[in-house]
């Protein structure tokens, strides 16, 4: 798709860029595939569940960008700064699909339900064990009594008799367009010939459609919101010389919202992953030529992840992968 970049050097050592591009991303495997799922347990108004969806449309998106660079320094020092927006059309979002798969009936709405519903009134209790009393024993089974001394038991959906049982399924659709913006910054400098050096980065990242936390879930058409937006850091220490290369990186991301959907299917319930901050940290040794020995740690101070609801009360998942360590040798011929 077309792609336009201009470059000007109003001097020697800045560099000022701007570039325009439209693009077409396909949508991820996730949001294709999947299959029909459905919750075991429904209730009278139905049940809920998840799938994928195969007519999904693609990512279209206008780019802009605008940048300059200034190198200060000959030894690879310098400082960046750029701006870029996205317009993107036919963001994935989520949408509620109301279907009766797999034929399933339920007795709620069915006859012997209306039947119980006119002799006994609008009293779950008392419907049960009207049912129980008065209709065909093959269309359900008594396990017991309660200590009211009513009966308990199952009462089966019949088919011709009853209704089907109506899921409300959470699937990708294409929504409406939507606009990302945001600012880059970069800073690396080398400390003359030490060998020593600092790298450090930040994105500021916004959208124009945020989910509204107060909406009470499953109230109203699903919310669409641009989700896997927020602002991140990276800041890094390295060594390179003779041979020896040392790297000590923290990363850092602020807290995003990753769906609108919440575990059990149910939309409007929104699941963010807090922020998260990392250090790792990187050493070899050229030994000789090819030769290489190796350390290395990851989330070496045991940083844990959690994904949360509306509130941090709220936890749906909680993660601890726990710091790896990893040492060897490389060769490269």
């Keep these: 798709m077309p792609a336009v970049d201009f470059r000007i050097d109003p001097r020697d050592d800045v560099v000022l860029r701007a570039s325009y591009s439209k693009t077409m991303t396909r949508p991820g495997y996730g949001d294709i595939a999947g299959g029909l799922s459905v919750q075991q347990i429904a209730r009278v108004d139905g049940g809920t569940g998840t799938n994928g969806n195969t007519n999904l449309k693609p990512f279209i998106s206008e780019n802009f960008d605008l940048s300059g660079e200034w190198y200060y320094d000959e030894g690879g020092s310098y400082l960046s700064a750029g701006y870029f927006r996205k317009n993107v059309e036919n963001f994935i979002g989520s949408g509620i699909v109301t279907q009766s798969p797999f034929e399933v009936y339920t007795p709620y709405g069915g006859a012997r339900y ?99 936390d107060t909406q009470v879930p499953s109230s109203g058409d699903p919310q669409f919101a641009i989700t896997g937006l927020s602002d991140s850091y990276n800041l890094i220490g390295f060594y390179d010389k003779n041979g020896l290369q040392a790297r000590l990186a923290y990363n850092w991301r602020d807290k995003f919202l990753t769906s609108t959907v919440g575990v059990s299917g149910t939309a409007n319930n929104p699941q963010y992953v807090e922020d998260y901050g990392q250090l790792d940290f990187n050493v070899s040794y050229e030994v000789r030529d090819g030769w290489t020995l190796f350390v290395e740690g990851i989330n070496v101070t045991d940083e844990t992840t959690r994904t949360v609801g509306r509130t941090s009360a709220y936890v749906n998942y909680a993660t601890q992968t726990g710091a790896r360590y990893n040492f060897g040798f490389r060769f490269n011929y």
Excluded: C, K, M
């Excluded at 800073?187 to 959208?207: K, L, S, W």
């Design 114 to 212: 209306n039947a119980a519903l006119a002799a006994v009134g609008d009293d779950a209790v008392a419907i049960r064990q009207w049912i129980f009393e008065n209709a065909d024993p093959s269309t359900f089974e008594i396990t017991g009594t309660d200590t009211n001394g009513n009966f308990t038991g199952n009462i089966f959906g019949v088919a011709g008799e009853d209704p089907l049982l109506t899921f409300d399924i959470a699937t990708p659709v294409n929504q409406e367009t939507a606009t990302v913006d945001g600012w880059e910054f970069a800073v690396q400098h080398f400390f003359g010939e030490t060998g020593f050096g600092v790298i450090a980065n930040y994105t500021i990242v916004d959208g124009d459609v945020a989910f509204d």
